[in-house]
């Protein structure tokens, strides 16, 4: 079941430089989108989300873009900083009904060098 | 910030015995869930959980997982006889509402069964 690909196992950038982390999906009910980071030996951590009505949402260093017509995501955090150096999962989910489940992607492992 | 929390950090336990996972979501919650990762593999819906039922459950939550919620305070995931496949880390997550209400996760529970 690979509904929410994520196709870079890794990804490793200079401090201060941009990080692109790119999603894709293939389910076109999904209409909510998530970022999470994961730290070793902690539990995902929500980042930032956007709808399917927007193609973009930004707070502070992160922005997602969405391109519904390519089904794509793309999570850009500038500056980039050596804290920022975790697994970031990609997340979609369809909000219809009276709950939601998240199908997440595999996950990209980020390196922000110093 | 208020945050979900998980007893016990790692369990042992041998094949074929009963475990229970412990969780506290967040406080005013109303929606709690439980998923899996599986060394190497993605994060992986379980269950859903609100109004004191199960919503919704993926085909792995089959007759030996159970879901309670004993009290106003914890929600429990319990694995009636545990198989080796069943080695994971299990995260707890609860959200306000749903659809663009993030689920916020907990440190999660190493399961190792032997």
């Known amino acids: 079941d690979q509904q929410v690909k994520q196709n870079s196992p890794s990804l490793s950038v200079q401090e201060g430089r941009i990080s692109i982390l790119n999603c894709d999906y293939t389910n076109s009910m999904f209409d909510y989108f998530l970022w999470y980071k994961k730290y070793p030996a902690e539990g995902p951590t929500f980042l930032i989300s956007?709808?399917?009505?927007?193609d973009k949402n930004e707070d502070g260093r992160f922005t997602v873009f969405l391109n519904k017509s390519a089904k794509h995501l793309s999570l850009h955090i500038v500056p980039s900083q050596p804290g920022d150096s975790a697994v970031y999962f990609c997340?979609?989910?369809?909000?219809?009904?009276?709950?939601?489940?998240?199908?997440f992607g595999k996950g990209t492992l980020l390196t922000v060098n110093p | 910030e208020p945050e979900v929390t998980q007893t016990p950090s790692h369990q042992v336990t041998q094949m074929g015995q009963e475990v229970i996972l412990r969780c506290v979501p967040i406080?005013?919650?109303?929606?709690f869930y439980w998923y899996r990762q599986i060394l190497g593999q993605k994060v992986e819906f379980l269950v859903s959980?609100?109004?004191?039922?199960?919503?919704?459950k993926s085909e792995i939550f089959d007759d030996q997982f159970s879901v309670e919620r004993p009290d106003g305070s914890n929600f429990t995931l319990k694995i009636r006889s545990t198989k080796l496949e069943d080695s994971a880390m299990y995260f707890c997550?609860?959200?306000?509402?749903?659809?663009?209400?993030?689920?916020?996760f907990g440190n999660g529970t190493r399961l190792t069964v032997t």
């Open positions: 406080s005013n919650h109303l929606y």
């Open positions: 959980f609100y109004n004191n039922e199960i919503s919704e």
């Open positions: 997340a979609a989910s369809y909000s219809g009904g009276s709950n939601y489940k998240l199908t």
């Open positions: 997550a609860s959200s306000l509402g749903t659809g663009a209400s993030p689920l916020h």
């Open positions: 956007i709808s399917s009505i927007k």
